[in-house]
């Protein structure tokens, strides 16, 4: 190893202050053993008093050995590198480099044993576990990484160039993707296969959350030259062949605990344990996945005993407060009991999560006196309550509060509602006193006022296109008061329904005028949501704020020039560069208050609830989790 490298060992918490804090509030610390039924065996849980008639988690009966789970949406895809949203199952066949183990914090090796970083925080060098086989028996090198990340990069089926060469985590490349993705140079990627276990890669600028950003599962391994959809490469198999049902397809293979059964697109993905697994092997024989977009019918299904477990929680609408009990809590993960309708009892797990549920306008489309007399209608407070039922956070900022931007010694959540609510560190005369559009209230009379400014009045409304997802009663229940308050401001709201696969297609495409939309985050920084508020890149953005017409160019050249100034130039590691980049935060949540491209409403809670069969414990605030330690008893 030469002088100028440092050692980080996979226990060591990577990066930011704000890593640093989660990592003490998502869950378990790695070296924690879980129990069954999920919590840590270190002591530091509080017990609350069993009501007298709560009972005992009841079993749902299902088949032996198969763990029968649901998924929200269509299966769409297989291909990591095109799966936003739509890979339901892809953390059970699916493995990058890094993962985060149970979703805590912070991240540890998957793939690699091990691996270091050059002082400059530019280049990543990786040793890969020796013997990890890939579903068809051969072997995973280096070679193997370097092709799936080209694949990212490169090719014309990836909806996730912007991880790789257009974003925060950029390897050094060549091409203009400035301008546009699609202008990278094939096979220019600064990596390499250093030997058939070593795997580098070279950073245009040091970036804080790069171990992080690549235990995402679109930098999942597949087998060099499965398919021939970017150049230098023949492909062993047809695109559908490998990745969809063509012929004898899917052919998929990847390294994960579990492997492709059975796949019928749009409606069931079946996996199988995976018998050469390099890890801990699986404890359950198969796992299924369901599609089923109605979350009332999820829940029958759950609730009749035909799913084991429910990864979307109960409803909002059949969630009754009086029927939980919290028996345990550590750090930002509760455990504890539901007792459903029916009578029966279910395990139930929540957890903070470092997830943002907003509105999106396409600014081409929507202008910004109709933006803001929308944002004056939304009162995150009623939808908190009312709509969540107490089970989600009011959202006045697109960064969730555990990620928020706070000084060593602070309570991110603090300094999130002290910048909310009286504009505590303020980057800009908008944000002076903080959220502008009257916190806490439905303000007809404002959004009347804001729209009749702009001409418009009760003889000549302003039309907008509504797109939420179907089957969520909580968003669906918020559309329609909103549509209802919106016909006293001049504003006429036409809500249409579409899945989440559908969702993001046409928000890719640039079709909607507005829409619901949550995010989770990859990584724990603010970065990780506010890099498409910025306006620099504003053809890769859903918003599209910058290139429309309606943008106030003081606003953008503000968010634009905070960007470059602030944050390009301090994207590594240490309390200095964090600080930095704060600033740059700061300016950015503000003038998307002063554009209104994302509205926040709430902050989430994630739920799950499952049946005494099974034997797991409730993910971690990053929210992903393999089931190889899943047990069944039945």
């Known amino acids: 190893m030469s002088d100028d490298t440092t050692r980080r060992r996979f226990l060591a918490v990577a990066g930011t202050g704000a890593a640093a804090a989660l990592a003490g509030c998502a869950g378990n610390d790695p070296s924690q053993e879980d129990t069954p039924n999920g919590d840590s065996t270190d002591g530091s849980t509080d017990s609350t008093t069993t009501p007298s008639d709560m009972g005992q988690p009841v079993k749902a009966g299902g088949p032996e050995g198969t763990l029968r789970m649901v998924s929200n949406g269509p299966v769409q895809t297989l291909d990591p590198i095109n799966a936003k949203g739509s890979g339901a199952g892809y953390l059970q066949y699916g493995e990058s480099l890094m993962s985060f183990p149970n979703g805590d914090l912070p991240p540890v090796g998957r793939l690699a044993e091990d691996y270091s970083v050059s002082d400059d925080g530019l280049t990543y060098t990786f040793q890969l576990k020796q013997g990890v086989e890939f579903h068809n028996g051969d072997e995973l090198t280096a070679d193997d990484v370097v092709y799936s990340w080209e694949r990212m990069a490169q090719s014309s089926n990836s909806r996730n160039k912007d991880d790789i060469i257009g974003g925060t985590f950029t390897i050094a490349h060549e091409g203009e993707t400035g301008e546009s993705l699609d202008n990278y140079e094939p096979g220019s990627l600064d990596m390499e296969a250093a030997g058939d276990y070593e795997f580098t890669f070279t950073l245009d600028s040091p970036f804080h959350g790069a171990i992080s950003q690549i235990a995402g599962g679109a930098f999942a391994v597949i087998p060099e030259n499965s398919v021939g959809d970017?150049?230098?490469?023949?492909?062993?198999?047809?695109?559908n062949e490998f990745f969809s049902t063509s012929g004898d397809g899917p052919m998929f293979v990847s390294t994960g605990p579990f492997e492709i059964d059975t796949w019928t697109k749009g409606d069931q993905l079946t996996l199988s344990a995976f018998d050469g697994y390099h890890g801990e092997g699986p404890q359950i024989d198969a796992i299924t996945y369901t599609v089923i977009?109605?979350?009332?019918?999820?829940?029958?299904?759950?609730?009749?005993?035909?799913?084991?477990?429910?990864?979307?929680?109960?409803?909002?609408?059949?969630?009754?407060?009086?029927?939980?009990?919290?028996?345990?809590?550590?750090?930002?993960?509760r455990k504890g009991r539901y007792e459903l309708d029916n009578g029966d009892v279910v395990h139930y797990g929540d957890v903070t999560a470092l997830d943002t549920r907003y509105l999106v306008f396409n600014c081409q489309n929507v202008e910004r006196p109709a933006r803001q007399a929308i944002a004056y209608l939304v009162n995150q407070e009623q939808i908190?309550?009312?709509?969540?039922?107490?089970?989600?956070?009011?959202?006045?900022?697109?960064?969730?509060?555990?990620?928020?931007?706070?000084?060593?010694?602070?309570?991110?959540t603090d300094v999130y509602d002290r910048h909310a609510m009286e504009g505590f560190r303020a980057e800009t005369e908008f944000g002076a006193d903080g959220y502008p559009y009257s916190p806490g209230e439905t303000d007809i009379q404002?959004?009347?006022?804001?729209?009749?400014?702009?001409?418009?009045?009760?003889?000549?409304?302003?039309?907008?296109?509504?797109?939420?997802?179907?089957?969520?009663?909580?968003?669906?229940?918020?559309?329609?008061?909103?549509?209802?308050?919106?016909?006293?401001?001049?504003?006429?709201?036409?809500?249409?329904?579409a899945d989440f696969g559908t969702i993001i297609s046409k928000a890719i495409d640039g079709t909607m005028d507005m829409f619901t939309l949550s995010d989770g985050m990859e990584w724990p920084e603010s970065d990780n949501f506010l890099r498409f508020l910025h306006?620099?890149?504003?053809?890769?953005?859903?918003?599209?704020?910058?290139?429309?017409?309606?943008?106030?160019?003081?606003?953008?050249?503000?968010?634009?020039?905070?960007?470059?100034?602030?944050?390009?130039?301090?994207?590594?590691?240490?309390?200095?560069?964090?600080?930095?980049?704060?600033?740059?935060?700061y300016a950015i949540e503000e003038m998307n208050w002063a554009s209104v491209q994302e509205l926040p409403t709430v902050h989430a809670v994630s739920q799950r609830i499952w049946y005494d069969d099974v034997n797991l414990r409730m993910y971690g605030t990053m929210e992903n989790q393999t089931f190889q330690r899943a047990e069944l008893d039945r």
Request: charged share 25%; proline share 6%; net charge negative.
């Open 446 to 497: 404002s959004a009347t006022e804001v729209m009749e400014e702009a001409g418009y009045s009760s003889d000549d409304q302003y039309s907008i296109e509504f797109t939420v997802l179907s089957g969520d009663t909580a968003r669906d229940q918020f559309a329609q008061q909103l549509r209802d308050q919106a016909q006293a401001a001049h504003l006429d709201i036409t809500i249409q329904k």
């Open 230 to 239: 970017i150049e230098g490469y023949d492909g062993e198999y047809s695109y």
């Open 535 to 585: 306006a620099e890149n504003p053809g890769t953005a859903f918003t599209r704020w910058g290139k429309d017409a309606h943008a106030n160019p003081d606003y953008v050249d503000t968010a634009s020039s905070a960007w470059n100034d602030y944050y390009v130039p301090n994207t590594g590691p240490g309390d200095e560069a964090q600080q930095q980049r704060n600033k740059a935060y």
């Open 384 to 412: 908190a309550n009312d709509v969540y039922k107490g089970l989600a956070r009011p959202a006045y900022h697109i960064t969730p509060p555990p990620a928020f931007m706070a000084r060593e010694g602070e309570e991110p």
């Open 293 to 333: 977009g109605s979350e009332d019918t999820r829940f029958s299904r759950f609730k009749n005993g035909n799913l084991d477990v429910l990864d979307y929680g109960i409803p909002t609408s059949r969630f009754d407060p009086n029927h939980f009990v919290i028996d345990e809590e550590t750090g930002g993960r």
